[in-house]
């Protein structure tokens, strides 16, 4: 966002703390100072107008980045975003575009409780016109949402909180993006093909390096960008590999995993050597504020690998 800010005057940024406090994750610590508070704007406790606000300046040539402190608190800022923000393109036959990122942090795993842990993603990716990112590296993250930034039409950018602290990677100080709507292909394979994204990617990995060791060779793909949906890269795997496990902190009903799962009975279904998995939260709302219930609720490396196992044992 600061490489952003520097490189073009037309963008601004604007949410709850994020001037003088600069966000309550520092992702905008200093910003203010060398922005100055036109650019780098505290906003009122209210994400209606938040994103309103960005739509508004979105249609009148400028780009903000909305931040919603957290993505449990976006649902006031609904129609703005599905109702509204979504359907400018479409709805002017082409002639107007809303150029504007709405990040937020989400997902569990924080002790965060009922309302600072949801997964919100699937409500975004069911809505054409919109642009849905979860980059899982801090590499993906940079060139990722640079792409958004500089994309013409909305962008929800979605940051799993616990990646914040715990996962670490290497950054090149150049100016770089990576396309929305290509996955990444983080390990090869060809025993079984992992889908995941998020934070639970790099659980993924350690269970396939974990793995590996007994001779098991398993691909893991982050998709990345859940809309548009890299298909392309999951069939190919597919077709590859002959079984697929797709992972997902969210509950699995109406998921991420479902549409994943669905596109490649479509498309890939000959090249199957067992049914598609799903593993994903149990169905309760999210997230239980007992440490225990948390840890019984979040994914993990050990559960991962059970369902490896009983579809590689299939």
Not at 42 to 62: C, H, K, Y
Not at 118 to 139: A, C, D, M, R, W
Not at 205 to 223: F, P, R, T, Y
Request: one cysteine or more.
């Amino acid at each position: 966002m600061y490489e952003e800010l520097n490189r073009d005057s037309d963008i601004v940024i604007l949410g709850e703390d994020i001037g003088r406090r600069g966000g309550v994750f520092l992702a905008t610590d200093g910003f203010i100072d060398e922005f100055g508070p036109n650019r780098v704007i505290d906003t009122p406790l209210a994400e209606s107008s938040i994103v309103g606000i960005a739509l508004g300046a979105a249609l009148n040539g400028i780009r903000p980045i909305a931040e919603i402190q957290f993505a449990d608190f976006i649902w006031p800022a609904i129609n703005q975003i599905v109702g509204e923000a979504s359907k400018v393109h479409y709805g002017t036959f082409g002639q107007l575009n809303a150029p504007m990122v709405i990040r937020t942090p989400f997902g569990g795993g924080v002790k965060g409780g009922l309302y600072h842990s949801q997964s919100i993603e699937v409500i975004f990716s069911h809505t054409p016109g919109l642009k849905v990112v979860l980059p899982s590296t801090p590499y993906d993250a940079k060139g990722l949402l640079k792409s958004a930034i500089r994309d013409e039409n909305p962008v929800i950018f979605l940051e799993h909180k616990h990646t914040y602290r715990s996962v670490k990677g290497e950054v090149p100080d150049s100016d770089y993006t990576i396309p929305i709507g290509k996955a990444d292909v983080k390990l090869e394979g060809n025993d079984l093909t992992i889908i995941s994204y998020g934070l639970m990617v790099h659980y993924c990995i350690q269970v396939a390096n974990s793995m590996k060791k007994e001779g098991v060779n398993l691909e893991v793909i982050d998709l990345r960008s859940l809309r548009p949906l890299d298909i392309q890269t999951i069939v190919e795997s597919v077709q590859k590999t002959g079984k697929c496990l797709v992972v997902q902190e969210d509950t699995q009903a109406y998921g991420i995993g479902a549409e994943v799962a669905s596109s490649i009975a479509e498309l890939a279904f000959e090249y199957l050597d067992g049914p598609v998995k799903r593993l994903s939260g149990p169905e309760v709302p999210p997230m239980p504020f007992s440490p225990s219930l948390e840890n019984e609720f979040m994914l993990n490396e050990e559960k991962i690998e059970k369902s490896v196992r009983d579809l590689l044992d299939y």
